[in-house]
Nanobody, 124 residues
């Protein structure tokens, strides 16, 4: 089992930037990883994912061009760089790791572990 701990959330104004980090412990950090988010009253949604090697990345259309996912396998850390934030980006952001190494975690059914979440609030 892997443990995931997110950090870096906060309250920012529209147009600002934030970088989320996710520190992982356990033997399965080499699996594909990603980020989901959940806004109040809405379902949890996919944001971004990265392959186990870091060579392939995937984004939701709503964040493409503004968010960048990356990973440092030497530090067991996943990142999400967010720029040009919008009020619609307000949500709790969750770090995830895939259930199977090569499967990209784009759906909750493909997620093996979830972090506890970090709140991102973007004011207009």
């Amino acid at each position: 089992q892997v443990q995931l701990v997110e950090s870096g959330g906060g309250l920012v104004q529209a147009g600002a930037s934030l970088r989320l980090s996710c520190a992982a412990s356990g033997r399965t950090f080499s699996n594909s990883m990603g980020w989901f988010r959940q806004a109040p009253g809405k379902e949890r949604e996919f944001v971004a994912a990265i392959s186990w090697s870091g060579g392939s990345t995937y984004y939701a259309d709503s964040v493409k061009g503004r968010f960048t996912i990356s990973r440092d396998n030497a530090k067991n850390t996943l990142y999400l760089q967010m720029i040009s934030l919008k009020p619609d980006d307000t949500a709790v952001y969750y770090c995830v790791i895939s259930r199977v190494k090569t499967v990209i975690p784009r759906y909750p059914s493909t997620v093996g572990s979830w972090g506890q979440g970090t709140q991102v609030t973007v004011s207009s």
